[in-house]
């Protein structure tokens, strides 16, 4: 159980276009979802909580109009990068949180975006 | 602000040995961990979590010790095997935070065969 999904696992976009990332939780709800951007060899850093039915709150530093989240459903929260540009090319990871005793969170397996 | 470190940024182990992991966090507040693996280009794993109400807690072939008192936490490997090279990250959840969990830098295991 407990199983985090993303889509793509890895894209390659051209200087200036848009790339949605989805995160879905496969076997339970997830009222809240977490976007986190790890550059190499480095610790994840936290870009945003993202709640279903509301607006995402976004950590002090990222741009909330170029990273765009979307919850749309209990299950599902998408991350688009707007007008991406090279120095947006990281590994992009979700969790999702599941809610219990102690709201354990649970990760997606990454996504790799490169920005030529 | 909270801060989350490990003693030691890489590890290496011959097989079969034990793995000890450290990890120092700042926050008294804190009260619940979690130990994450992380193989090159996946998300974190879940291994294995602890409350502050315990001070240590065992999975299959590893274990949590949580020393409330100096603020430190360590995972512990038992009979370290080539598929647990990883880096691994404690994370530190502070409740009235919105249960955001905050990432130490990693911990590099490598397991010579």
């Known amino acids: 159980g407990a199983v985090v999904s993303q889509h793509p696992s890895w894209v390659i976009c051209k200087s200036g276009t848009s790339v949605k990332i989805e995160c879905r939780s496969l076997d339970f709800q997830a009222t809240t979802m977490f976007w986190y951007r790890q550059f190499p060899k480095q610790s994840l850093m936290l870009m945003a909580t993202?709640?279903?039915?509301?607006?995402?709150?976004?950590e002090q530093g990222v741009e909330k109009d170029k990273f765009l989240i979307n919850h749309a459903s209990l299950t599902l929260s998408t991350l688009t990068v707007t007008s991406a540009h090279p120095e947006d090319s990281s590994f992009y990871i979700c969790s999702a949180r599941l809610r219990g005793v102690t709201d354990t969170q649970y990760f997606g397996p990454g996504t790799r975006l490169t920005v030529l | 602000g909270e801060s989350v470190g490990l003693h030691l940024p890489t590890l290496s182990v011959q097989e079969g040995d034990n793995s000890i992991i450290n990890c120092a966090y700042s926050n008294s507040a804190s009260d619940y961990f979690i130990w994450y693996k992380q193989e090159s280009g996946k998300g974190p794993q879940f291994i294995i979590d602890i409350r502050s109400n315990m001070d240590k807690r065992q999975g299959q072939r590893v274990t949590v010790l949580l020393n409330k008192t100096v603020k430190h936490l360590s995972l512990q490997i038992a009979a370290t095997q080539p598929g647990d090279s990883a880096v691994y990250f404690c994370a530190e959840n502070i409740t009235n935070t919105g249960n955001q969990f905050y990432f130490g830098t990693g911990t590099s295991l490598t397991v010579i065969p």
């Open positions: 993202s709640n279903e039915g509301s607006k995402a709150t976004y």
